[in-house]
């Protein structure tokens, strides 16, 4: 378990999809130190309940392209806890049939659309009435700094899908606004989570060409998202929303970067 670093979220419960690895695993363990809740919704339950375990949570097994899944999540995290407060809608996929548009064929393309994008309507779907019967809330939806820049190696539906997490999170951000529910995308750079390191970093040649574009010359840890995470719930983050949150080492802002 993490260390406790403040109380800023005590009393609040947190759902986190994608929440037994990666960025989502890091949020869980931040947001548990920091005295939230944590619903682990995974599809993965072996590690999904090692994760909930961890944190002292609970594990809801869900497949967040099936809206029943996707509502159950919720009522569960409400019956048991008593709120939804935070959601963070994070889980998502990037495949290697997913390419150029040339090459990417339309399983792949509804494939990563549903998975990311679409699940991502779902949750914010069923989780904003549960804020709106307490009259606040944060939902942090994960983009990538790829829905604000172009990739010469594409993956064609993985920056799509993106671009659309990006666009419905500053639409959503606005219509809700008055109504204390808070929404914003955050947009991470490279991360050094297992799915990067199996993409771009297994091979040391290829990993080097990717970080030459980062101003910061390395790839975020996990633990550092988190901490991005953690704000944007917190009431700290009390005036952000509708808010394209980069947090990509320099990435997006960069023309040249030296060698």
């Given at each position: 378990m993490t260390e406790i670093i403040s109380n800023r979220l005590s009393g609040r419960v947190a759902v986190i999809t994608g929440g037994a690895s990666g960025?989502?695993?890091?949020?869980?363990?931040?947001?548990?130190?920091?005295?939230?809740?944590?619903?682990?919704?995974?599809?993965?339950?072996?590690?999904?309940?090692?994760?909930?375990?961890?944190?002292?949570?609970?594990?809801?097994?869900?497949?967040v392209t099936n809206e029943d899944d996707v509502k159950n999540m919720y009522a569960t995290a409400k019956e048991t806890y008593g709120s939804v407060d935070i959601a963070f809608n994070n889980a998502g996929i990037s495949p290697p049939d997913d390419a150029?548009?040339?090459?990417?064929?339309?399983?792949?393309?509804?494939?990563?659309?549903?998975?990311?994008?679409?699940?991502?309507?779902?949750?914010?779907?069923?989780?904003?009435?549960?804020?709106?019967?307490?009259?606040?809330?944060?939902?942090?939806?994960?983009?990538?700094?790829?829905?604000?820049?172009?990739?010469?190696?594409?993956?064609?539906?993985?920056?799509?899908?993106?671009?659309?997490?990006?666009?419905?999170?500053?639409?959503?951000?606005?219509?809700?606004?008055r109504q204390g529910i808070r929404i914003n995308a955050l947009c991470p750079g490279p991360v050094n989570t297992p799915l990067l390191k199996e993409l771009f970093a297994k091979d040391p040649e290829q990993a080097q060409r990717r970080l030459v574009?980062?101003?910061?010359?390395?790839?975020a840890e996990p633990e550092e998202l988190a901490a991005s995470v953690a704000f944007l719930a917190s009431d700290d983050a009390s005036f952000i929303t509708a808010s394209t949150f980069l947090v990509d080492g320099g990435i997006s802002g960069a023309y040249v970067t030296p060698m």
């Open positions: 960025i989502g695993l890091a949020t869980a363990r931040r947001f548990a130190a920091e005295g939230a809740r944590v619903v682990i919704a995974d599809i993965d339950p072996t590690s999904g309940q090692e994760a909930a375990a961890e944190v002292g949570g609970m594990f809801v097994k869900v497949d150029s548009i040339l090459d990417t064929g339309i399983d792949a393309w509804r494939r990563v659309q549903e998975v990311n994008l679409t699940s991502i309507y779902y949750c914010c779907k069923h989780a904003i009435p549960y804020m709106q019967e307490r009259g606040k809330g944060s939902i942090i939806n994960t983009a990538s700094f790829v829905a604000v820049m172009g990739a010469a190696t594409s993956q064609i539906s993985y920056s799509a899908s993106k671009g659309g997490v990006l666009a419905m999170s500053r639409e959503l951000g606005v219509e809700f606004a574009h980062v101003p910061l010359g390395r790839f």
